[in-house]
Each structure stands twice: as structure tokens, then as C-alpha cells.
T-cell receptor, first 108, second 114 residues
Framework: GQQLNQSPQSMFIQEGEDVSMNCTSS?????WLWYKQDPGEGPVLLIA?????ELTSNGRLTAQFGITRKDSFLNISASIPSDVGIYFC????????FGAGTILRVKS | GAGVSQSPSNKVTEKGKDVELRCDPI?????LYWYRQSLGQGLEFLIY????????KSGLPSDRFSAERTGGSVSTLTIQRTQQEDSAVYLC????????????FGQGTRLTVV
């Protein structure tokens, strides 16, 4: 079946740092979605990408739909403490396939 | 409704009992998904509905799990003879049909089997 490889699995951030995560697949997707999940909550949609090569921003977030339609990345610029949580990528053809998530934690 | 609504938000049940989890999708959304999330883990796909039919049930972990959807709206996920390993958060998402659409999640049902 379709699978998404999401990396890194986890990372520590210091306030002000830029963060980057990505998802790759051997399958082609028509849509890439990025979600954030806070503890005890359902995932919340951050960015949706519909076209190969598309680069979309939402505040400090930037995401791109890879040209091959098999990958996507999410960047967070100038991170702040409330950015901590789990970030999921999802690829869509008919069904919706999720990556395993990237856990963002704060460096102490 | 305004968002995806799941009930109950929390459920504690004894091992061996049956439970029913409910999902009310966003009005007009024909696609509905169920996922399971164990503590600190990713999203495990369970089942996908297009309208009332389920073209992909491949994620249901055993025959104790079943789901139905009636009227193209509300869906119920039933777990029979619950086991402790069924403890998890069960998440529902809905979307319009079609590849270029966004899916939105409910808050989830936290199931604890004791």
C-alpha cells in the first residue's frame, strides 16, 4: 500500500530557530496536507497543497509540493514555544495517507 | 455542523465489553475516515467511507472492529469484546470527495480498556 516516510521523527527547537521537516513516498499524490496536533487534541490543518511545484505560506509556515508529486516539505521560520507539538504530513489521491509524524520539542 | 464532532470524548470500559464510538462529519462531506492513535504514536488508518460504502476497510485490525455509516452522514465505529490493546485515541476526519480537497479532524475519543 501507499506509505509516507516523514523525517525527522523528532527534533528539539530553540526559540527563534528555523525548522524543516519533509515527507517522501514512492507513490504519487494529488494533494499534500500538513497538520499539527497539540496534546489531547485532534490534528489541525495548517497548509494544503494541490499542484506540483506549488509553494504556499501561512504566516511563519511555508510548504512545498514536490515537482515529482512524491514529496513535500514544511518549514517553520523563527520558531516560538507554542510551535511544539506533532506535525503530520498527509498525501491524498482518493484515500488519505499519513506520515508517522515529527515531534517538535523545546530545548531546555 | 461547523466541525467534525466525536462522541464520547472519553470512554472507560471493562475488558470484554462492546463500545460504540460516534462521528458526526462536517455537513456535506461525503468522505469520512477513522484513524487510531496510540500514546505518542502516529495515525493508524482504520477505514474510509465514500458516502455509505467503505471502499477501503484494510486498516481494521481484527473482526472485532466494524464501522457503518448511514444517510451519508453519521458514522459509528464498534469494537466488540474490547481488549486492553484497544486503548487509544480514535480520530475521525471528513472531507468533500475528490483528490484536491482538505480533510478536517474531530477532537477524538480517548478509549481506555481496564
Amino acid at each position: 500500500g501507499q506509505q509516507l516516510n516523514q523525517s525527522p521523527q523528532s527534533m528539539f527547537i530553540q526559540e527563534g530557530e528555523d525548522v524543516s521537516m519533509n515527507c517522501t513516498s514512492s507513490s504519487i499524490f494529488n494533494t499534500w496536507l500538513w497538520y499539527k496536533q497539540d496534546p489531547g487534541e485532534g490534528p489541525v490543518l495548517l497548509i494544503a497543497l494541490y499542484k506540483a511545484g506549488e509553494l504556499t505560506s501561512n504566516g511563519r509556515l511555508t510548504a512545498q509540493f514536490g515537482i515529482t508529486r512524491k514529496d513535500s516539505f514544511l518549514n517553520i521560520s523563527a520558531s516560538i514555544p507554542s510551535d511544539v507539538g506533532i506535525y503530520f504530513c498527509a498525501g491524498r489521491t482518493g484515500g488519505l495517507v499519513f506520515g508517522a509524524g515529527t515531534i517538535l520539542r523545546v530545548k531546555s | 455542523g461547523a466541525g467534525v464532532s466525536q462522541s464520547p470524548s472519553n470512554k472507560v470500559t471493562e475488558k470484554g465489553k462492546d463500545v460504540e464510538l460516534r462521528c458526526d462529519p462536517i455537513s456535506g462531506h461525503t468522505a469520512l475516515y477513522w484513524y487510531r492513535q496510540s500514546l505518542g504514536q502516529g495515525l493508524e488508518f482504520l477505514i474510509y467511507f465514500q458516502g455509505n460504502s467503505a471502499p477501503d476497510k484494510s486498516g481494521l485490525p481484527s473482526d472485532r472492529f466494524s464501522a457503518e455509516r448511514t444517510g451519508g452522514s453519521v458514522s459509528t465505529l464498534t469494537i466488540q469484546r474490547t481488549q486492553q490493546e484497544d486503548s487509544a485515541v480514535y480520530l475521525c476526519a471528513s472531507s468533500f470527495e475528490g483528490a484536491n480537497t482538505e480533510a478536517f479532524f474531530g477532537q477524538g475519543t480517548r478509549l481506555t480498556v481496564v
